[in-house]
């Protein structure tokens, strides 16, 4: 996972990440997606008509724990399928 390079979603409006909420008590999984395509898809398909609000950006693995740890996320959830989707969470601690 270090070695990877990931994409993320960010709104232009005011610099949020794209987040998922298992549970409406945590502070959210920051969505990580392995393709650049795949973050354009996943918009395109869930939320067309604000995907021009948004970017894709990237990031390294190695510095994923520090993102984390910055905004307080709970973990990240790593998107394999866009288009169902298909996601995995994992707890950062």
């Keep these: 996972m270090l070695s990877e390079v990931y994409y993320l979603v960010r709104s232009q409006t005011d610099g949020r990440y794209l987040i998922a909420r298992p549970d409406a008590e945590g502070s959210g999984y ?5 393709e650049n395509f795949d973050a ?21 693995g190695t510095q994923v724990g520090n993102l984390l740890k910055r905004w307080g996320f709970s973990g990240v959830g790593i998107v394999s399928d866009p288009l169902l989707p298909k996601v995995e969470f994992l707890q950062h601690n």
Excluded at 49 to 58: D, H, L, M, P, Y
């Design 30 to 34: 920051l969505l990580l997606f392995r």
């Design 40 to 60: 354009l898809s996943y918009l395109n398909t869930h939320a067309a008509e604000v995907a021009n609000r948004f970017a894709v950006e990237s990031i390294p």
